[in-house]
């Protein structure tokens, strides 16, 4: 009785392990949306500790893998330096590549969500050409990537030119940058009508999916910018 016993108690913690896990990320990013910073990155540092628990602990490290993957994605925006970022970053896609090689119809979206997000780190430290180089492979790599959601990968897609239009902006491109970011809105919203979310309803995004609330400031954000830049064309309607 005691082996069992004792698989029974780990089968316990494991669960409870889990169960904060999703806890703690879905407060991270709740928290993120309010415009909460320090709550969102005291429960984003929580979930990436129990994510790296359970990724140590479980008696079968990849099922865990993709809470490490998705953890260490989220926390690297709460990285105290470029460095710190993108090594955050590095190791979720080091994880994401593993499952896309294993699963490339769930994972290879997330995977190439990291790149975008490396991208964007670059432009960050200055670099903005060289994220709009990233950001335009990454968007080639959206464009042939297998996806049994293909919501989230229209999301990512979109958020990709988003940041690509905005980066445009920056150096001056700005015809080439708006039509990224129209671009975008358009495959936003086609998206959100896949997965019939009534967006019209009132606190319809916290019912989304994950990767429609991680997506949703930077889509507000592009929709402002391509209204406020249109507006200044004359072009309002």
């Given amino acids: 009785m005691g082996p069992r016993r004792t ?15 999703d806890f703690h990320l879905g407060e991270a990013i709740r928290a993120a949306l309010e415009g909460s910073h ?16 359970l990724y140590a602990a479980g008696p079968d490290p990849a099922r865990h893998r993709p809470e490490l993957a998705a ?18 970053l590095m190791e979720s896609a080091g994880h994401y590549a593993a499952l896309a090689h294993a699963d490339p119809a769930a994972y290879e979206v997330p995977r190439i969500d990291v790149l975008a997000r490396i991208a964007l780190t670059a432009d960050e430290a ?8 990233l950001l ?7 464009d042939g990537a297998p996806a049994a959601d293909q919501a989230e ?30 671009a975008g809105l358009e495959i936003a919203a086609a998206a959100l009508g896949r997965l019939r979310v009534p967006a019209h309803a009132p606190g319809w995004l916290a019912t989304a999916p ?17 209204m406020t830049l249109h507006a200044a064309a004359g072009r309002w309607e």
């Avoid at 320090?38 to 628990?53: F, G, M, P, V, W």
């Avoid at 953890?71 to 330096?81: E, F, M, P, S, V």
């Avoid at 200055?126 to 180089?133: K, L, M, V």
């Fill in 210 to 226: 994950r990767y429609v609330q991680l997506a949703a400031p930077d889509w507000a954000a592009a929709a402002v910018r391509a």
């Fill in 153 to 182: 990968l229209g999301i990512g897609l979109a958020r990709a030119r988003f940041h690509l239009g905005r980066c445009l902006l920056k150096t001056g491109a700005s015809a080439d940058g708006l039509a990224e970011i129209d």
């Fill in 7 to 21: 698989s029974g108690r780990k089968a316990s913690r494991l669960g409870t392990l889990e169960r904060r896990y």
């Fill in 126 to 133: 200055g670099n903005t050409r060289d994220a709009i180089s």
């Fill in 38 to 53: 320090d709550k969102a990155a005291t429960h984003s540092s929580t979930a990436l500790s129990i994510s790296r628990e």
């Fill in 136 to 142: 335009r492979e990454v968007v080639r790599m959206y």
């Fill in 71 to 88: 953890a260490l994605c989220n926390h690297a925006r709460y990285g105290d330096t470029p460095v710190h970022v993108v090594a955050l």
